[in-house]
């Protein structure tokens, strides 16, 4: 069975427990037989207001091009604080095959 491929995406307001976060969710994949984690996305900070934040262009562009099967992250939030835009990014998504997790809530939206 193929492995699924993760991608993380972080949102955080200052750079202090940047390497801390980045640590927990390698180690966290590293662990698991299912998956593989391909990238951590990043934003550093930066409003969930602002679509044009570097790391998240980037997590989408990769998305588009099928570098990943799953997208997580802690809350919808964290990907974007537009009620509009968050439906827009899940149904893009959706269309190519590529799930958001939202851990807070053990959501998957595939």
Sequence with gaps: MKKK???VYIRIPKKDNFQIICDEYRNKFAERKDCCLVEI????GMSGFNNERSGYLKMLKAASNKEFDVIVTKHPGKISRRTRE???IIEELHKIG???YF???DINTL
């Excluded at 996305?41 to 550093?44: A, K, Q």
């Design 103 to 105: 851990e807070e809530s």
């Design 86 to 88: 968050m439906q827009k």
């Design 5 to 7: 491929q993760i991608a």
């Design 41 to 44: 996305y990043y934003d550093i």
């Design 98 to 100: 590529v799930a958001i």
